[in-house]
T-cell receptor, first 111, second 112 residues
């Protein structure tokens, strides 16, 4: 079954509004990665988090890894039309070596 | 420096047929993973190849098989195609021991 749950499935915002997507697992994660897939494109790596409680920023994007290493979030401040796409979390479950992707959050933006 | 390349870009097959998809990894990468992405879903891990051997496998039947060549390129073979095999097939390369995936543009497979 699905080991990495991602919510929401869809999010529509006005340009300039903030956006957050969440990733949750019932099992401890070795690390978590975030990817962005533009419409018609392929997933592109954004960032990897490894440490408990880790927070990383990339310009308007803020990524967090939970203290228990079971959840993560991606927050975009003041969205722009270039942020349109589907954001996926992907995790290595502790004890396994394969990458498990969440279902993704599709972000659409009204300019 | 070429990224990950996949061929063909699109493919149409009928039920029961067999298909072979190809992937060349990013320069310097030695590990190739294959994923199936159904419409509106996240990529599902099929298997991973390293040193010409299958190192990890996801929950896919034996109809899905693969190969890695000495130059690190890889093939994905699917036998006895089902309608449900219609999807985007993504190849990703990485360095052994590193989990960051560099994806190719994918092969869109349609099974009629």
């Amino acid at each position: 079954g699905q080991q990495v749950m991602q919510i929401p499935q869809y999010q529509h915002v006005q340009e300039g509004e903030d956006f957050t997507t969440y990733c949750n697992s019932s099992t401890t994660l070795s690390n978590i990665q975030w990817y962005k897939q533009r419409p018609g494109g392929h997933p592109v790596f954004l960032i990897q988090l490894v440490k408990s409680g880790e927070v990383k920023k990339q310009k308007r994007l803020t990524f967090q890894f939970g203290e228990a290493k079971k959840n993560s979030s991606l927050h975009i401040t003041a969205t722009q039309t270039t942020d349109v796409g589907t954001y996926f979390c992907a995790a290595i479950i502790q004890g396994a070596q394969k990458l498990v992707f969440g279902q993704g959050t599709r972000l659409t933006i009204n300019p | 420096d070429a990224g990950v390349t996949q061929s063909p870009t699109h493919l149409i097959k009928t039920r029961g047929q067999q298909v072979t998809l190809r992937c060349s990894p990013k320069s310097g990468h030695d590990t190739v993973s294959w994923y199936q992405q159904a419409l509106g879903q996240g990529p599902q891990f099929i298997f991973q190849y390293y040193e010409e051997e299958e190192r990890q496998r996801g929950n896919f039947p034996d109809r899905f098989s693969g190969h890695q060549f000495p130059n690190y390129s890889s093939e994905l073979n699917v036998n006895a195609l089902w309608l449900g095999d219609s999807a985007l097939y993504l190849c990703a390369s990485s360095l052994s021991g590193r989990h960051i995936q560099y994806f190719g543009a994918g092969t869109r497979l349609s099974v009629l």
